[in-house]
């Protein structure tokens, strides 16, 4: 699951930590002090928030909502969410749910003859029609190197050429680089098991030498020693605590690993029997089910709250857009989502009346991209705004293609997708995430993605971070934006969201990915800028006048 892949970032970094206790050096509590804002300082609403009024690099929906939105009307926005499931019943989505009306619940018929049985709130396409569903996969360089594993494993590139050859180079590549992913896997496990017993040992040191089981940052900040296992431990804590490392974060990081190896890098793990359908039939729709929910919702909960959390219901959260109704589909696994899933989900969404599609997940490889770039370019012909999250490997797009994108096979660019990059609460030099990928070309604009609190399943909420969460920011945004201008096509609401950004392009932040290189913001992505709905709402207001 995506979940993970968010919540390790943070347990990475901590992980450096662990090899540089390894070599004996000890963690500057100073110097991580001035590097970050607390967060405990920072607010829960904070990505709603203004960057002048209220000194966060939110989004300004808040002040959108007080200063120009007041008694205007508006019209209910359909947005699909393509994900790994949502709890539907949350109390505080609900009521912001899509229901299919032309769809009689239950009757095991498929009423308004769309192709699919019963799908009131939507379609899962990883499950089979048994009820079943799937939940682990596979990546999608293990689906790829056991593909090729079987043709060209113990041959040589004297045995072959032309197309043949060019295949066997191919899975020598694929070889090398799922190699590779095993032992970076086990490494990462054995490092990040490491850090947990050293950040067990090292609250037990604390809380000895402090007096006492319960202690804050300050406490840590202000004890004095001179013994270097207790300087140690002191400096560990303060970096966990000020990057909100917990516990719990520790064992989401080994699960995550302990799961990939077990099955997301395990050759031997095929999940796709469970969904019943001919997988080499790429132009295949008529298969999965209606849980939309799914057997691990975490992910897709917390992406719809921010989109769509029922506002001002003195319960949990709000979500950016007021009049909004999400669309379930579930095609996202805890592994690599399959380009013909992710190609009908598309299909789906556009058939159905979603106006944005939010999709926050990415792989690295796509062997039937024409597959999902002929759905995309279905979206577009529908005016359809398609909006994505550019992943958490800290890389740069253009050079390292993150899976799906905007570019077609034929080089030519998708007009109704845009691509959000991951900003976060701090500083000027550091506010950008430092998991976001970027890209110059290929990242249109940047949202907040680090802290961002939001539904989670059984009536709870989480602080979850990623371009995951980024990515329904922008979403949002732009439901909120057509809900108060319902006549905007899918390319006029992208132009507006994209002139209207609150501008940071000339100022130096570190590139994600590294630990110190400077770069200008304006380099990261076509805008340089943050998203901001009062500036969108303000320019979308100013168009509808001419």
């Known amino acids: 699951m995506i979940t993970r892949k968010i919540l390790v970032t943070l347990i990475l970094f901590a992980s450096i930590i662990f090899a540089n206790a390894q070599s004996s050096h000890v963690v500057d509590a100073t110097a991580v002090n001035k590097q970050f804002i607390l967060e405990d300082e920072v607010p829960q609403n904070w990505f709603h928030l203004d960057p002048q009024a209220d000194h966060f690099k939110g989004v300004s929906d808040q002040k959108a909502y007080e200063q120009i939105l007041k008694g205007k009307k508006t019209k209910t926005v359909i947005v699909a969410i393509i994900d790994s499931g949502i709890d539907i019943e949350h109390e505080d989505l609900k009521d912001n749910i899509w229901i299919n009306t032309g769809e009689i619940a239950g009757n095991g018929i498929d009423d308004d003859k769309n192709g699919y049985v019963d799908d009131v709130y939507g379609w899962n396409f990883i499950g089979g029609a048994d009820g079943k569903m799937v939940n682990q996969e596979n990546l999608e360089l293990t689906r790829l190197y056991v593909k090729y594993k079987k043709i060209y494993e113990g041959k040589n590139a004297s045995d072959f050429k032309g197309k043949k050859l060019k295949e066997f180079n191919q899975y020598l590549e694929y070889k090398k680089a799922f190699e590779a992913k095993v032992q970076e896997a086990k490494q990462t496990l054995q490092n990040i098991e490491g850090f947990a017993k050293m950040l067990t040992l090292a609250d037990s040191t604390m809380k000895t030498e402090l007096g006492k089981d319960d202690y804050t940052i300050e406490d840590l900040q202000n004890f004095k020693s001179d013994k270097q ?3 140690q431990a002191k400096g ?32 031997d793990f095929d999940a796709r029997h469970i969904v019943g359908d001919d997988y080499d039939n ?28 029922v506002r001002n219901n003195n319960i949990g959260m709000n979500g950016i857009a ?11 696994p805890n592994g690599d989502e399959r380009d013909k ?25 796509s062997p039937y991209k024409k597959y999902v770039d002929k759905a995309v370019k279905y979206a577009e012909k529908k005016g359809v705004l398609l909006v ?18 905007a570019r077609y096979l034929n080089g030519k660019v998708a007009k109704n997708w845009i691509e959000v990059g991951a900003s976060s609460w701090q500083d000027e030099g ?8 970027y890209g110059k070309n290929s990242v249109d604009v940047f949202a907040p993605g680090m802290k961002i609190y939001s539904t989670v399943p059984d009536n709870k909420y989480k602080n979850l971070q990623g371009t995951s969460m980024a990515s329904p920011v922008v979403a949002g945004v732009a439901a909120l934006v057509l809900s108060y201008y319902p006549d905007l096509t899918a390319l006029q609401l992208k132009d507006i969201l994209l002139k209207s950004v ?31 709905a009062y500036k969108a709402l303000k320019l979308a207001g100013e168009l509808s006048e001419k």
């Open 229 to 231: 296992n207790v300087n």
């Open 236 to 267: 560990m804590l303060i970096y966990a605590k000020t990057n909100g490392i917990t516990p719990e974060d520790m064992q989401e990081g080994v699960d995550y690993y302990k799961e990939q190896l077990e099955y997301n890098l395990n050759p």
């Open 282 to 309: 790429k132009k295949q729709r008529d298969y999965g089910n209606n849980k939309v929910e799914g057997p691990d919702a975490m992910h897709g909960t917390h992406v719809a709250g921010i989109i769509g959390a």
């Open 322 to 332: 007021a009049d909004v109704k999400i669309m379930v589909i579930r095609c996202v």
């Open 341 to 365: 899933d992710v190609a009908n989900s598309i299909y789906y969404a556009v058939n159905n009346g979603a106006q944005i599609i939010n999709m926050s997940f990415g792989k690295a490889y």
């Open 388 to 405: 994505h999250a550019a992943g958490n490997e800290g890389q740069n797009n253009d050079e390292l293609p993150n899976f799906p994108n």
């Open 430 to 437: 550091n506010f950008v995430a430092p998991f976001s990928n």
């Open 502 to 532: 609150e501008n940071y392009g000339d100022s130096k932040v570190t590139l994600p990915g590294t630990k110190d290189k400077s770069i200008e913001f304006k380099d990261l992505s076509q805008t340089g800028g943050i998203i901001n």
